[in-house]
């Protein structure tokens, strides 16, 4: 039989194992929350930014004579303890719970209370010594510290999504200028077009992902923005009149992040707009990204049926029945995360506007999508780089004959033949399969009207240049 103590709260006892860190509170939200198996422990990053925030609290606290230098140091020393991982097993709390954030918030804090206990030499549960109410959480509410932890989780955990978008910007840069002397055809709406580079269409993946790195950045900013001190409701209830400066400094200090106060704490208490952008931009991604994803799956269908431009690099076998049969897995996966972080992005929305008066009571919800959809992209992207991008493989030969098939040169003619004469010559040569040069010397040009005309170097613009410079 398990070893046990027994705890209470304002609703009255409750048991809890023994050998836990976490208290009553956190014991009636397991109860209470067995909804989606995504729990607490398994979101580091947030765990690590709420630890920050109630280390900060606590040294606010013992600055401005609310809290003893004893109990301060053992809240910092348990803090430290959680912000190094080595209590990540004690955070049980389902992320899809009600209450705001406050299981969370309560789950950190009675860890902190009886890991602090521990460091003064006191055994858990003897609150009257460190209260997780009283002591760990002075000062603060719900309300301010656990978006704040947010915040802070988001941006430190954004720059490592910054770093793979970069990667997989700059392969698609080197595959484009690898690719610069291999002609193929372009295509608007799944039809032939006009002649390009092989390269530039390549080189045009990395350009579009390096704007997202931009606006990411720009996204992440937002973050820096926090409602601590505000408590409650942003009337700052319970909180020092000097607490709220000398937290954010040593928050600041600590996370690394040059964090600041928001002008308007009732309004900050409420308004989740910030978390709306940037999973905005998390869905501006996902929809950039998922396109690439099935360009390059149409770029290499086939190999011999399809398209087939480009091989990507073969990762598995495609099928139980069909020997040989190779699928585009890697960018298969990108596509499916993909959309799951535009749904994702929908639930975020949905969240934000259903806050009430002053307070939003759905901002676990908030953070469990962003931190999936960061998470899901981070590595989605480091995969599709390493285990597709970087290993595409040009088929010169198989580029060269689309080009040749294709009637898409006739555009070329328009400027000495005009539309109407080009158009003609190009239904021509898709009913007969004479060529677009045959035929156009057919039409009154001059061979070296005609080459200069479809000389393939004076049909594409240098985009690969342009993005180098």
């Known amino acids: 039989m398990s070893i046990v103590r027994v705890e209470h709260d304002s609703l009255g006892q409750i048991i809890v194992p023994e050998g836990v860190y976490w208290g009553a509170q956190t014991a009636r939200a397991v109860q209470n929350f067995q909804i989606s198996g995504y729990y607490f422990s398994q979101y580091p990053c947030l765990i690590r930014g709420l630890a920050m925030v109630k280390q900060a609290a606590a040294t606010a606290n013992f600055e401005i004579g609310r809290l003893s ?7 910092v020393r348990a803090c430290e303890c959680v912000r190094a991982g080595m209590l990540d097993d004690q955070f049980p709390t389902d992320m899809m719970q009600g209450g705001a954030g406050t299981s969370a918030n309560m789950n950190m ?8 206990l521990e460091f003064i030499g006191i055994a858990k549960g003897r609150y009257d010594q460190l209260h997780p109410n009283d002591d760990v959480n002075l000062s ?44 193929k055809l372009g295509r608007t709406q799944l039809q032939d077009a006009v002649p390009m580079r092989l390269g530039d269409e390549l080189a045009a993946f990395g350009t579009v992902l390096r704007s997202e790195i931009d606006r990411l950045k720009e996204a992440r900013v937002l973050m820096h923005e926090v409602n601590l001190g505000g408590t409650a409701i942003g009337t700052g209830i319970n909180a020092g009149s000097k607490f709220s400066s000398m937290a954010l400094q040593t928050l600041s200090r600590i996370s690394g992040i ?3 106060q928001s002008s308007d704490l009732i309004a900050a208490s409420w308004d989740v707009g910030a978390f709306v952008s940037f999973s905005g931009v998390l869905k501006q991604i996902a929809v950039k990204l998922s396109k690439i994803a099935s360009d390059l799956r149409l770029l290499a269908s086939g190999p011999q049926g399809g398209i087939g431009e480009i091989r990507l690099p073969p990762r598995q076998p495609g099928s139980s029945i069909m020997p040989g049969k190779i699928n585009p897995v890697i960018a298969e996966m990108v596509n499916q995360v993909c959309f799951q972080v535009i749904a994702n992005d929908l639930a975020v929305g949905m969240a934000a506007q259903a806050g009430q008066l002053q307070l939003n009571a759905f901002e676990p919800l908030i953070a469990y999508n962003i931190f999936n959809s960061l998470k899901m992209l981070t590595n ?35 400027p000495l033949l005009g539309y109407e004469i080009a158009a003609e010559i190009a239904t021509r040569a898709l009913a007969s399969g004479e060529s677009v040069r045959e035929l156009a010397i057919q039409a009154g040009l001059s061979e070296d009207e005609v080459n200069q005309l479809l000389d393939l170097d004076s049909l594409v613009a240098g985009g690969v240049e342009q993005c180098a410079e």
Not at 69 to 75: D, F, L, P, Y
Not at 382 to 410: M, W
């Open 109 to 116: 804090n009675e860890v902190i209370a009886n890991r602090g």
């Open 380 to 414: 989605a992207i480091k995969t599709f780089t390493e285990l597709c991008v970087e290993g595409i493989q040009a088929q010169p030969d198989v580029c060269r004959q689309n080009l040749n098939k294709s009637a898409g040169s006739a555009t070329a003619l328009v």
């Open 69 to 75: 230098e004893t109990k301060c140091h053992a809240i």
């Open 140 to 183: 603060q509410s719900t309300n301010d510290v656990f978006p704040t932890a947010i915040r802070i989780a988001i941006a430190a955990e954004s720059i490592f999504l910054g770093e793979t978008l970069k990667n997989l910007a700059e392969a698609f840069n080197l595959k484009g200028q690898d690719h610069l002397t291999i002609m």
């Open 258 to 260: 040059d964090l600041h």
